[in-house]
């Protein structure tokens, strides 16, 4: 019962939810700035986990202010 209980902790964690490849980075972007989506809709439509989601747009924001 614990070990099932850890299992799902872990599945659910950002070390799990992976990469995403620059075809879903780009995506993310676009539907974020659209103003339509939050970043959950975006991870659903992507097959991302939304903590990757999150990480992309950070991301993106920091390059947009020029500090890449």
Not at 37 to 63: K, M, N, P, S
Request: positive net charge.
């Amino acid at each position: 019962m614990l070990q099932q209980l850890a299992e799902k902790r872990r599945s659910r964690s950002a070390a799990m939810s992976g990469r995403m490849d620059e075809r879903q980075a780009l995506a993310a972007v676009i539907l974020w700035k659209s103003g339509h989506f939050d970043t959950l809709d975006i991870a659903a439509v992507l097959h991302c986990g939304e903590d990757a989601v999150c990480r992309t747009l950070q991301a993106a924001r920091h390059v947009e202010r020029g500090r890449a």
